[in-house]
Nanobody, 126 residues
C-alpha cells in the first residue's frame, strides 16, 4: 500500500510563496490520482486541489484558483502544491491524498480518496 509523507510547511508572511511536497513510499504513485486538502483550526477539512493520474487535468477550490498550482512528477513519485500570494486565511494543516485511477479523471471529494498523509502545517502571519 502506498504511504504518503507531506513536507514543506512552515511559518511565512502574507504575500509569501511556499511549495509543499507529498512523497510516496511503498509503492509508485503512477496509477493514482492525487489531491490536496486542508484543515484550518476549528474548521472542517476542505478540498484545495486535485490532479489526474495522467497529470493532464487539474481542479482547484475557488479559494485556490489563480494562486495555487498542483503538479506531479511521477519519476520522483512526488506531488507538489505551489502556494503563492499566501493569506492569513490559508493557515491550515495541508494533507495530500491518493486513490487508484487512470487517465484524466480527478477527484474533489474526501470520500473519493483511500490513502492520506499525516499533514504539514502552514502558518501565514499578517
Amino acid at each position: 500500500q502506498v504511504r504518503l509523507v507531506e513536507s514543506g510547511g512552515r511559518v511565512v508572511q502574507a504575500g509569501d510563496s511556499l511549495r509543499l511536497s507529498c512523497a510516496a513510499s511503498g509503492r509508485t504513485l503512477n496509477w493514482h490520482a492525487m489531491g490536496w486538502f486542508r484543515q484550518a483550526p476549528g474548521k472542517e477539512r476542505e478540498f484545495v486541489a486535485a490532479i489526474s493520474q495522467s497529470g493532464g487535468k487539474t481542479d482547484y477550490a475557488e479559494s485556490a484558483e489563480g494562486r495555487f498550482t498542483i503538479s506531479r512528477d511521477n519519476a520522483k513519485i512526488t506531488v507538489y502544491l505551489q502556494l503563492n500570494s499566501l493569506r492569513p486565511e490559508d493557515t491550515a494543516v495541508y494533507y495530500c491524498a491518493a486513490r487508484r485511477s487512470t487517465g484524466t479523471t480527478f477527484y474533489t471529494s474526501q470520500s473519493d480518496y483511500t490513502t492520506w498523509g499525516q499533514g504539514t502545517q502552514v502558518i501565514v502571519s499578517s
